[in-house]
């Protein structure tokens, strides 16, 4: 999603039509922005800058805990078809009672399963 959000400004410009007006925080896991990175070479400033400027809303972002990659670690033993990043994004969400947002269909039923409250961006708004 992230990457979609910076490489298409079509969807970027949907987003930020859909989040307009509205109090909502984007909050971005470390986790991502790592993967962000190995996969398109973007660092974490540059993330959080493109999205903020795309969006038109500031961006946090949150760290994964000691306690949270131990509970990442038993949503994987319970649901094997949870792979090693998206457990831990899983966790910081339930945590700190985020809604994911995601275009990964097999997290979004993960989410379902662990009581996470996660939608497909085109469910916000006809995104």
Do not use: W
């Amino acid at each position: 999603m992230v990457i979609d959000l910076i490489e298409k400004k079509g969807f970027a410009g949907k987003l930020r039509a859909s989040l307009k007006g509205k109090s909502v925080r984007l909050v971005l896991c470390d986790v991502v922005l790592n993967e962000v990175q190995r996969v398109r070479g973007f660092t974490s400033a540059e993330v959080i800058s493109k999205i903020s400027k795309l969006v038109g809303k500031k961006v946090e972002v949150s760290s994964i805990d000691d306690n949270q990659k131990i509970l990442a670690d038993s949503i994987t033993v319970q649901y094997q078809f949870c792979h090693r990043g998206d457990n831990l994004i899983l966790t910081l969400c339930k945590a700190k009672d985020f809604v994911l947002l995601t275009f990964d269909r097999m997290l979004l039923k993960t989410c379902e399963f662990v009581g996470v409250a996660a939608f497909h961006p085109t469910m916000a708004g006809g995104i």
